[in-house]
C-alpha cells in the first residue's frame, strides 16, 4: 500500500477552469512547477534567489491571466509614502503592459505589480507568460533602481550591458517622470 501523502497533486480537470487549466500546462511545459495556492491561483517560482510568482485566471467570454508578485521595498528606498506611490504611478502611466503600486503589510510596504492579459481560446499562454514574468522583473528592478543616485544608475546600466542615458542636466534627484508636462510651455 502506498503512503497518501507521497501520491502527486493532480490539477482539477480541465474543463472546470479553462484557462487555469491551459496555464498550469504551459508552465509545466516551460519546466516550471505550477501550484494552486488556497485563493485558486497558481503559483510558481523562478530565478536565483527564488522568486515567487502568481497568476490568477478569470474565465469568461473574455478570459482574463494576470501574472503578479510582490517583493518587500529596498533599503535604499526613501520611507515616504507619497514619494513611493508617485513612482508606482509613474512606472504605471510610463509602460503599456503593468501597473506597478504598494501594499501595506505587518512590516511596512510591499511593492506589487502585475501584468493582464486577454487570453482567448487558441492563443498560446505560454509565450505571454514569459513576456509578462521579464517585463514584471525588469519592473521590479528598475523601480528600485530609480531611487539610487544617478552614478549609481549608470554604474549598473553599464554593468548590465545597457547604455545609459544621455541627459545633458539631470535633474538633481536622478529622477524625472516622463508623462508630466515641461515647465517650460
Known amino acids: 500500500m502506498s503512503?497518501?501523502?507521497?501520491?502527486?497533486?493532480?490539477?482539477?480537470?480541465a474543463d472546470e477552469h479553462p484557462l487555469r487549466g491551459r496555464v498550469l500546462d504551459a508552465l509545466t511545459d516551460l519546466g516550471l512547477r505550477p501550484d494552486i495556492d488556497a485563493d485558486g491561483d497558481v503559483s510558481f517560482t523562478i530565478g536565483e534567489p527564488a522568486q515567487q510568482l502568481f497568476i490568477r485566471c478569470q474565465d469568461g467570454d473574455f478570459p482574463i491571466m494576470r501574472v503578479f508578485g510582490q517583493w518587500m521595498v529596498g533599503d535604499q528606498v526613501p520611507d515616504d509614502h507619497e514619494l513611493r506611490l508617485q513612482r508606482c504611478n509613474d512606472f504605471s502611466l510610463q509602460l503599456n503592459l503593468v501597473k506597478v503600486g504598494l501594499v501595506a503589510t505587518e512590516t511596512g510596504e510591499n511593492l506589487v505589480v502585475s501584468g493582464d492579459h486577454i487570453v482567448p481560446v487558441g492563443v498560446e499562454v505560454g509565450p505571454l507568460f514569459q513576456v509578462t514574468v521579464n517585463i514584471i522583473m525588469e519592473v521590479v528592478r528598475m523601480w528600485h533602481t530609480s531611487f539610487l543616485p544617478p552614478e549609481e544608475q549608470e554604474r549598473l546600466a553599464r554593468e548590465a550591458g545597457q547604455v545609459p542615458p544621455t541627459d545633458p542636466a539631470p535633474p538633481q534627484d536622478g529622477y524625472e517622470p516622463r508623462h508630466r508636462p515641461s515647465d517650460e510651455i
Open 3 to 13: 503512503d497518501p501523502t507521497s501520491l502527486p497533486n493532480f490539477p482539477p480537470p
